[in-house]
């Protein structure tokens, strides 16, 4: 069973534009939940899905969104990139919300010129 | 908010045991994870605790004590490839929320 897909694998754009990454879970995975991890602040929940719906959010301003689609892909954007975005984003799925092992996939490398 | 605390290094030899301690003070706790990162890669899942007590699965184990809000996983007959940091992180009631600790780097030496 493939595991958690997240494309592209390294991005490198300047400030003030936007990009969006994009995260397919585990086939019959349904729930996807994106993180930030920089050395500075370590893992941080952005935010979570399930069936289309934001469930959760974390700490991060609006320049951040997501959506989830109907099979159960999820991408998410920021606009206007800062310099402080530069970071590795991670995309966990599971097969529904709650108390279960999230499986990552294996990042987007963003770097910020 | 959710403190979660943990050591930022440790150092120990091929074939010992360490352990990596992880305190954590939240309202509405539903269970501890403990997940491996090497360098580069993907953190992956090594253990979850939602009740007091010990599981083992195999060189790894995890304990869990909700009354102190206290964690530990114990890794036993170090090898090389243990070389990594772990992650503590705690799940809320609702929905899929990790709360992630600062991690602690494991260097492994020969």
């Known amino acids: 069973k493939a595991g958690v897909t997240q494309t592209p694998r390294y991005l490198i754009k300047t400030r003030g534009q936007q990009v969006t990454l994009s995260c397919s879970p585990i086939?019959?995975?349904?729930?996807v939940s994106w993180y930030q991890q920089t050395p500075g602040q370590g893992l941080q929940f952005l935010f979570e899905?399930?069936?289309?719906?934001?469930?959760n959010k974390g700490n991060f301003p609006g320049r951040f969104s997501g959506r989830q689609f109907s099979n159960s892909r999820s991408e998410m954007n920021v606009s206007t990139l800062e310099l402080g975005d530069s970071a590795l984003y991670l995309c966990?799925?599971?097969?529904?919300?709650?108390?279960?092992?999230?499986?990552f996939g294996d990042g987007t490398r963003l770097s910020i010129l | 908010g959710q403190n979660i605390d943990q050591p930022t290094e440790m150092t120990a030899t091929e074939g010992a045991i360490v352990q990596i301690n992880c305190t954590y003070q939240?309202?509405?706790?539903?269970?501890l994870f403990w997940y491996q990162q090497h360098a580069g890669e993907a953190p992956t899942f090594l253990s979850y605790?939602?009740?007091?007590g010990l599981e083992e699965k195999g060189r790894f184990s995890s304990f869990l004590s909700r009354s102190k809000g206290y964690s530990y996983l114990l890794l036993k007959e170090l090898q090389m490839k243990d070389s990594a940091s772990y992650l503590c992180?705690?799940?809320?009631?609702?929905?899929?929320?990790?709360?992630f600790g600062g991690g602690t780097r494991v260097l492994v030496k020969p």
């Open positions: 899905y399930f069936s289309e719906t934001q469930r």
């Open positions: 086939s019959g995975h349904r729930s």
């Open positions: 992180a705690v799940i809320k009631a609702a929905g899929n929320k990790l709360t």
């Open positions: 939240t309202s509405g706790f539903n269970g």
């Open positions: 966990a799925s599971t097969l529904l919300p709650g108390n279960q092992p999230q499986h």
């Open positions: 605790n939602v009740l007091d």
